[in-house]
């Protein structure tokens, strides 16, 4: 490895790694603006300037590479002076936004320029103005406070695999610009805000709505997809502001979804926020005390095998846990997680788990896509496929719906006929996965969640086993979810015991009169209007899908109003921490389901959430293991059967509505209107017409 000085000491550092990282693993800062570790280099704002000897001037760090023997200042009156002269160019025509820049308090241009910059201005002449350009329902811009760092543009350009932004022109004239002015399609578009050095980009749902330092900050999970992104809850008051992304180098890096950054408006709207009975035809306000009863009444003398319990796909581990206590004590065998109907069983967790894990896509070289749109269904984990195709020697192939996943894709066709054949060795792919050395198959519930589902596992069962998919170190058999609830429902046993009745069977009982009593803990996704023959029970947030049809609502706290926990897809246990209280009278669900227990005459002695969690422990020793992943051991699953000529389709038909916080989001419906459907809003069309005017 090369040695370098840098101020006078001496370093040993990797080989190829340029002077602006060297100096970071000395603990040197160098003040920057355009460089960002996970984009390519651009060397464009020269703020990183720092002295080399025998260079003739001062040396862009982040663009050039270390070298044996060379000495490096980083703190002399040439490098300060260089320093200074750059912020004091990049002054020249920026505007004196500061006191109402939504980036006051959090900007890189502030911070920098008070270490670095000039106290003064020299120039008296007028300042640039540049346009704003339209970015669509999420980004806001003020194009003029732009420095050209091109971070947006390599953003998309390379993580998110959207070539919608630029720059034309050239020197005092240059502009970053969307070429047609329309509304950006990446689901990752966000990620473009935290990356903005200083108040050109901007959160529209968020602007002008509160200031860095008035907010509360709380560590979290998100729930919107089952990747388990690690965020950041800005809280003021009882209120979420604004949810940003924390760093998890091996789930989502430093990026989030844009469902997961914007959605939060739908915790304002649509809530329930107190009991209500139904009374007359009609649901009714009533008191924790009514509502409780009306539950003993309607139960008290039903058998268990009457009951059943639906768990939704937002539940945290704490709730599903008392609904699995409560459950055993009335003897009912009925109890489901798995909304959609996926075919997945609880009896061995190496079938339901992203056994690769997130960030040992970097390790293949070969993925076979199956019933599943990661773009839609984990943005993120579709980021790092795209990543790993850009390192160069990766395969990507897909039996199901063609879509744009923003890197290559080898279509197979949409038949699980495909699959077979590739099972059999008889399809022409079979060859290329026989010689992929770490190779990847990745279902998802649209292959998963339809009547052949089972025969579909045992398919990819007798793939692993055929080829190179297990190796020492190596699991390539995955399952890629779409909702934060189902690993954690499957670790805790939530299917139907001996004789009890999945979703679809409790459907059925229903309407045969057999199932005479139905809870849903927050499942909005089922077929609700075959539960009229039943007393529903509705515990959940907002008043979606199952809250009109139920006969008792009893409100719960959403996963920013409670200290819970999540697993992830690749079976992660994580925590998510309380950053707002619940509205009203709501409350956390699994207190909602011990005071239920209590009056049902059937207590379940968890009195204490320290006391849930080591019951959670017993039940799946993985939940005392907190963000680590336990690898599972390979077993037989699935069941042989016929397979459906329906061909394969990926569940998730709008990214943008895909839950009952989404659908209550007035963001995540100007989203879906205008991004997916091409509805321009009212206020662009009429600015529009008055410049066409």
Known sequence: MPKIVIDGREYEVPAGITIFQACELAGIEIPHFCYHPRLNIAGNCRMCLVEVEKSPKPVASCAMPVADGMVVHTDTPLVHRARRGVLEFLLINHPLDCPICDQGGECDLQDLTLFYGPDHSRYRENKRTVADKYLGPLISTHMTRCIHCTR???FLTEVAGVEELGAVHRGEHMEITNYIEAALRSELQGNVIDLCPVGALNSKPFEYRARPWELRKTESIDVMDAVGSNIRVDSRGNEVMRILPRLHEDVNEEWISDRSRFAYDGLRYRRLDVPMVRRGGRLEEASWRDALRAIRERVAGLSGERIAFIVGDLACAESMLM?????????????????????????????????????????????????????????????????????????????????????????????????????????????????????????????????????????????????????????????????????????????????GRDVAGILDGVEKGEIEVVYLLGADEIDVSRLERAFVIYQGTHGDRGAPVADVVLPGAAYTEKNATWVNTEGRVQRGRLAVFPPGEAREDWKILRALSEVLGCPVPLDDLAAVRRRMAEVAPTFAHEDTIQPAAWARFGEAGPLSPQPLRSPVEDFYLVNPICRASKTMQRCSAEILNGQMPEERRLAVEVHIV
């Open 152 to 154: 947006c543009i390599r």
């Open 323 to 499: 609904v699995r206590e409560l459950a055993q004590r009335l003897g009912c065998p009925n109890v489901d997680c798995r909304q959609d109907g996926a075919r997945l069983s609880a009896r061995h967790r190496v079938e339901y788990l992203f056994n690769t894990t997130i960030a040992g896509i970097e390790r293949a070289d070969l993925c076979l896509l199956v019933g599943t749109n990661p773009r839609w269904e984990a943005p993120l984990i579709n980021a790092r496929l795209r990543k790993r195709w850009r390192m160069g020697g990766f395969r990507v192939a897909r039996v199901g719906a063609a879509f744009d996943l923003t890197y290559p894709v080898e279509d197979l066709g949409d038949s699980p006929e495909v699959l077979a054949a590739i099972a059999d060795g008889s399809h022409p792919f079979a060859a290329a996965l026989a010689r992929a050395e770490r190779p990847m198959l990745v279902l998802g519930m649209g292959a998963l969640a339809r009547p052949d589902g089972a025969a579909i596992l045992a398919l990819a069962h007798r793939i692993g086993e055929r080829y190179p998919l297990l190796r020492e170190g190596w699991n390539g058999y995955n399952v890629l979810h779409t909702a934060a609830a189902r690993v954690g429902g499957l670790d805790l046993g939530l299917v139907p015991e001996e004789g």
